[in-house]
């Protein structure tokens, strides 16, 4: 199955204006205290924060007997502060090269690029986001990424 | 509408209020998206579900909402804090 295709959505509401939420994603000091979880932290985030700019993330887990790192690439597709930013995401080495989901240990079926779709609307000084993470399928990482994948699927359902 | 077992066309058809060609046309696209497999019997193309692709995209989902669901709730934490500490 070459053209799977899975996200989830997500859609919560924050008791917080919507430019602060919208510093929570872009800045990276921000981004860091709530983007770990339990046990990780994100030693790096770097944001270059304009339309074809990189991101990086490092998440890292630390126990007593050594640390695993986990690197993130991916570029900013849409900036519209402060309603709605897109990027993707790909698992990289620390100097940013690509690997492949299953190199990593994930399993098989894991997307090589995922892309991450936020919107943000402020209604009575509370904030709604809908999130939504599309996992795009292993094997098209190399190829240039969402335009492809979505001919593809056009020409499959057409 | 599968069942794990093989099925034909016309009982997919029969419960909704759609041309058999129009059915074989959303079974094609099952079928393109390997959720379906089809054999053939005679004039017949009998389905099967296939539900292996369909656990991938659950187990990946799945895995996904929980790490989200634990990200957002840490995030609406520092928001509060934030706010609190505005408020002082």
Redesign the interface.
């Known amino acids: 199955?070459?053209?799977?295709?899975?996200?989830?959505e997500?859609e919560?509401v924050?008791?917080?204006p919507v430019a602060?939420?919208w510093r929570?994603w872009t800045e990276p000091e921000?981004f860091k205290?709530?983007?770990g979880?339990?046990g990780m932290s994100v030693p790096v985030a770097e944001m270059d924060l304009r339309v074809g700019g990189k991101r990086k993330v490092c998440m890292e887990m630390t126990s007593a007997e050594r640390s695993i790192s986990m690197w993130f690439i991916g570029v900013y597709k849409e900036i519209n502060e402060p309603t709605r930013l897109v990027y993707t995401e790909s698992m990289c080495n620390e100097d940013g090269t690509l690997i492949s989901p299953q190199a990593m240990g994930m399993?098989?079926?894991?997307?090589d690029i995922t892309e991450v779709i936020v919107q943000l609307s402020e209604e009575d000084g509370r904030t709604r986001?809908k999130?939504v993470?599309v996992?795009v399928p292993e094997g098209t990482a190399g190829e240039g990424g969402w335009n492809q994948a979505f001919d593809k699927l056009t020409s499959?359902?057409g | 509408m599968c069942y794990a077992r093989d099925a034909k066309n016309h009982w997919f058809a029969e419960p909704f209020d759609m041309s058999l060609p129009a059915v074989s046309k959303h079974i094609r696209?099952l079928e393109?998206?390997?959720l379906i497999s089809r054999g053939r019997d005679a004039q017949f193309r009998p389905c099967r579900l296939n539900i292996?692709?369909l656990k991938?995209?659950v187990?990946?989902?799945d895995q996904?909402?929980h790490?989200?669901?634990?990200?957002?709730d840490?995030?609406?934490d520092?928001?509060?804090a934030?706010?609190d500490a505005e408020d002082e």
């Open positions: 199955m070459n053209n799977q295709q899975s996200w989830v997500i919560r924050f008791e917080a602060d939420v929570m921000l205290s709530w983007y979880l339990n399993p098989e079926g894991h997307p986001m999130m993470h996992g499959r359902l | 696209v393109n998206a390997g292996d692709p991938t995209v187990d990946w989902t996904y909402r790490i989200w669901d634990v990200r957002f840490a995030m609406s520092i928001l509060k934030m706010r």
